[in-house]
């Protein structure tokens, strides 16, 4: 695909097992995973889009898919950009059960779909208006590039990258230790103890 790399990364044996099972079963949502904030107050979605731009060009595996064709084993490919795929869905219109039912189908289309591995970002955001005030905020990707620790740090970066924005300020979001790193560091260890 055409795209601008970053970097390549042999992707870990656990990422590669992700990927092979989901590839196994692409509509059962396997590692699909779904993050869902409670938004409260006055929601600017445009200033949201872009804090989110933010925090996905700070942390590179937000960038990030897999080459697996034609290669021995699977890598990590970061791109320098990845368009985030981006919804708002107005339900104000909607009566309580309504609304539920249209996030209940929200959820469950994005896990259906799932992701191509090979187009980056594993990623997707809706915004869901529930009224005046009130949002849910649908993060769905896929576990082969966030796990469940790394998910509070990115909703942090992605908190302190709306206040600032809001403020008419650049987001200086905290240092992180870069994957290559880490990778570096298990291709190190013996896999078999």
Not at 86 to 106: F, I, N
Not at 111 to 122: K, N, T, Y
Request: net charge negative.
């Amino acid at each position: 695909r055409d795209m601008q790399v970053e970097a390549v990364h042999a992707a870990t044996p656990l990422q590669a097992g992700m990927l092979f099972e989901s590839m196994r079963a692409p509509a059962a949502g396997i590692y699909v995973t779904q993050v869902i904030l409670s938004l409260r107050g006055c929601i600017d979605p445009c200033t949201l889009e872009a804090a989110l731009a933010d925090v996905q060009r700070h942390f590179p595996v937000l960038r990030s898919a897999f080459a697996f064709r034609n290669v021995a084993e699977p890598v990590q490919v970061v791109s320098k950009t990845a368009p985030l795929p981006w919804r708002l869905v107005d339900g104000r219109s909607l009566d309580v059960a309504a609304r539920a039912a249209q996030l209940q189908a929200l959820l469950l289309e994005q896990q259906r779909c799932g992701f191509d591995f090979g187009v980056a970002p594993l990623m997707s955001v809706t915004l869901f208006r529930i009224d005046e005030a009130e949002y849910r905020l649908i993060w769905s990707h896929h576990h082969s590039v966030i796990d469940g620790w790394s998910i509070p740090r990115v909703i942090e970066a992605l908190q302190l990258a709306y206040v600032a924005r809001t403020h008419g300020r650049a987001p200086l979001l905290p240092e992180t230790a870069p994957y290559a790193d880490y990778v570096a560091w298990l291709a190190r260890q013996d896999l078999g103890a």
